[in-house]
């Protein structure tokens, strides 16, 4: 038979969280950011945390809830964004900060859920990424407290490639569109850009869908053995959904020239 992996409330859908955890947290910019299960991660008290997203929300949204409260040690991200906190605490040196391409940091994403430990990537040969000397942590002052060290780089077919590790946390937070009670998840554009290779990386991947339902086996992104547990979200909660920046245009008036 197959488990039933769905859980009663947010409490225990994060049983055994604790103090310097790590985390993988899907989402992009703020499309599909678990937040549920982020705000109930600020609930556990936890601290000393390691993070690994694409990015750390915004102020007062996403993971930018955990890092008001001086919850979060460790980042690995692709960018600091608009996140005012983020870049304060980092110019700081208050957090520990590991910016990694994008592309890189998916696959290690990827590789670490799928049993690989490194692979060689072209991103970065020739940059700091590559060469080392990029700040982790800076000083009060702003000079710098630790910088990242210079990674192995090999040649192959005439080209360099850098070595990057793949990455593996304690839990894995994730946001779906749709999914079932066994843990398989389908996600909504955007939305599946960073999500289905957080909850690769988990050992322990909590998903929080906004519909439960039955999946076709063609619907599947991502198959239920890299989840543990569900949390089905209200209406209220599925439908509360932030918008990163509002564009708005000045609508022409009627019978203006365009041209």
Known sequence: MRRDKVVAT????????????????????LSGIPN????ALYETGATRLAVVSNNCGVDGGGLGVLLAARRIAHVTASYIGDNKEFARQY????LEVELTPQGSLAERLRAGGSGIPAFYTPAGVGTPIADGGLPLRHHPDGSVALASPPKEV??????????EHGIRTDFAL????????????AFHKAARNFNPLAAMAGRVTVAEVEELTELDPDEVHLPGVFVQRVLVLTPEQAADKSIERRTISTPQAQGTDTA
């Open 91 to 94: 110019l700081g040196g208050e």
């Open 154 to 163: 090999r040649e192959f077919d005439g080209r360099e490639y850098v070595l």
């Open 10 to 29: 947010a409490a225990e859908a994060l049983a055994g969280v604790h103090d310097g955890a790590s985390f993988a947290v899907g989402g992009f910019g």
């Open 36 to 39: 549920v299960l982020i705000r």
């Open 174 to 185: 994730v946001r779906a569109a749709r999914g079932d009670r066994h843990g398989n998840l």
